[in-house]
Each structure stands twice: as structure tokens, then as C-alpha cells.
């Protein structure tokens, strides 16, 4: 039961069969025109200020190595400050997660635990199995760049003709993003060491027009390191809306705590 409490923090717009490494053509000539149109044209896709308030209910399968477990999940966020999640499995609430840019509170129903501390991508890798900052997280959770468009380069298309934009993070790791430009819409996301090696990958898939503005139906993650997966799929999505009820759950008496630096 601990890898679907791996599984609940992962949230959900997510899905994919097996990670491809985003390859470019790198023998072709591209022009500086090009490339500055290539970028505005993608910068369009990146849209990170056109949801502020987004409610998610999602099914989702999760796998880490030999152990796999269905759940549903319901995601509340409210622009990019904070987010809460609920997860069910059977019908049953089973846990309880919420983040904001500081700290993260997660509650395993199931087992009576409950962990708290930062928000940083090291605590969430220790919990989730996903190394991914708060930041990170909830941008990709709302299929948006993690950074503004401007802080992409132009690296490349894709053998299907999607145009790739690089950046190379404070971190020393390095992201790429693949970007439709027909269907406007990001439908990949790696993250590679200084090395190299893969350390996630994010593919997004089935668009969907949701008040004018696209989404993924299904998506899914994957942390190689950790042989961790997880499959979602959409099943509403409601944008703009207000949310009445609060983010932060109540921690109930006699439950096993624990507090990450």
C-alpha cells in the first residue's frame, strides 16, 4: 500500500506506453528566422497564465517495479500556489496530499501515517519516487512549462515534425520540451543529468478542448531510476471555477508522524 501513496502524489493529467528519448534532426538547416518564429509559435503552447483555478478527477494506475495499484483521484488547484489531491481506491479514501511553494503535508489513511517538510524535488523523490520540485510539479501537472517560453532555445524537430526547446536548468540538469505546433499543445517533457541519463519522462496524449483551451486526456510519467510509472486518465476537468473548500486537511489524533528537512 506504500506505492499508492507513491503513486496518490503524482496527480493527474498523464499517460504513455514507454518512454521514447526526444530526438532531433540534428542534420538539418535551420535559419535564425526560423528559429525566432519556431520559438514564438511554441512560446503560444507554454501558456502558463491562462488557468488559474483547475479541478481534476482522474482514474490512475501506478507501478513500481513488480507492484501495481488502481486508484481514482480527485486534484484541486489554485494557479500555481498550491494544490490538493484526495485519493480513493475502491470507493474509499485511502490518502490525502496538499502543497504549496513552502511545504507539503501527505496523510496515508490506510496505514495511519502522515509525513510533512519542503516542498524541494529531494523530499518529493523520497516520497513520491518523483523528483520534482513543487514548482515542477504542479506546471507540468497543468501540462505548461515549467519556465517561461523565453527561457527555452530552439534544439531541433522531432522525426514526426514536432519542433524540441531546450533549457539548461540552474540544477545542471537540462529539460527538453516537444511541442505540436498544429495541434498547439506540449506533448513531451524529458529531464536529463549532466550525463545524459533520463530522469523522467512525460508524455501527454489524446487533446481535449476544455473552454477553448487544450489538455491531455491521458498522460504518463515515468522516473527510470526509481522504475516508477504512472498512467492517468482525465476523466473531467473544470477550469476557473471557485473553490470554496479549503486546501489544508486535518491531521486526526494518534496518527504516526513524520517531519522531512
Known sequence: MKTLLISVI????????SYAQ?????????????????LQQSGK????????????????NVQLKDFQQAASAVIRIANRDSLAMEIMAFGIPVA?????????????????????????????????????SFDDFICLLRCESPFPASAYSFEGTTKSGNNVLRFDRPDTNREF????????????????????????NITY??????????????VQVQAPGSQFSMTVENKEIILNSTLKEPFIFKIPQGIEKQQLN
Open 10 to 17: 503524482l496527480l493527474g493529467n498523464w499517460v504513455l506506453q
Open 22 to 38: 526526444v530526438t532531433t534532426n540534428t542534420d538539418s538547416v535551420v535559419s535564425s528566422d526560423t528559429v525566432s518564429s519556431t
Open 45 to 60: 503552447m507554454l501558456r502558463r497564465d491562462l488557468v488559474r483555478t483547475m479541478i481534476v478527477k482522474a482514474s490512475m
Open 96 to 132: 490525502k496530499l496538499y502543497m504549496n511553494k513552502s511545504k507539503f503535508m501527505f496523510m496515508d489513511l490506510f496505514n495511519g501515517r502522515f509525513v510533512e517538510g519542503p516542498a524541494t524535488a529531494a523530499n518529493m523523490a523520497n516520497v513520491t519516487n518523483i523528483p520534482l
Open 177 to 200: 520540451i516537444s511541442v505540436n505546433i498544429e495541434e498547439s499543445v506540449m506533448k513531451q517533457y524529458q529531464r536529463k543529468d549532466k550525463d545524459g541519463t533520463l530522469l523522467m
Open 205 to 218: 496524449a489524446d487533446i481535449m478542448t476544455i473552454d477553448s483551451q487544450l489538455f491531455p486526456k491521458k
